[in-house]
């Protein structure tokens, strides 16, 4: 039984921070990939990071330089950093992580969602 927990979000003005955070249980962080992605209404839902099991990182371009993700393994939480917000950036964010294989490898598809969280960033 996975499950994904994210929280942090809420209401900003543009130019502001939040801290989103993605509790796990029933998965290993830093065995496979985790990553956010996010859906403003009317939109397909995109990737904004990703976070390998190496820590390597990957940003969409859109928010390179204002958004930060890392990990902590013990704590079984992913996270990501949001500075210099802006109203472009309101969505409902997911943390999303890639599955393990019987054989100890992963999947290479985000196959465990958390709920999600609103993030909504006015002018």
């Known amino acids: 039984q996975v499950q994904l927990v994210e929280s942090g979000g809420g209401s900003v003005q543009a130019g502001g921070s939040l801290k989103l955070s993605c509790a796990a249980s029933?998965?290993?962080?830093?065995?496979?990939?985790t990553g956010w992605y996010r859906q403003a209404p009317g939109k397909e839902r995109e990737l904004v990071s990703t976070?390998?099991?190496?820590?390597?990182?990957t940003y969409s371009d859109s928010v390179k330089g204002r958004f930060t993700i890392s990990q902590d393994n013990a704590k079984k939480t992913l996270y990501l950093q949001m500075n210099s917000l802006k109203t472009e950036d309101t969505a409902v964010y997911y943390c999303?992580?890639?599955?393990?294989?019987?054989?100890?490898?992963?999947?290479?598809?985000?196959?465990?969602w958390g709920q999600g969280t609103q993030v909504t960033v006015s002018s």
């Open positions: 999303a992580a890639d599955g393990e294989t019987v054989a100890g490898g992963c999947t290479g598809d985000f196959r465990y």
């Open positions: 029933g998965y290993i962080f830093g065995t496979c990939g």
């Open positions: 976070i390998s099991s190496d820590g390597t990182t």
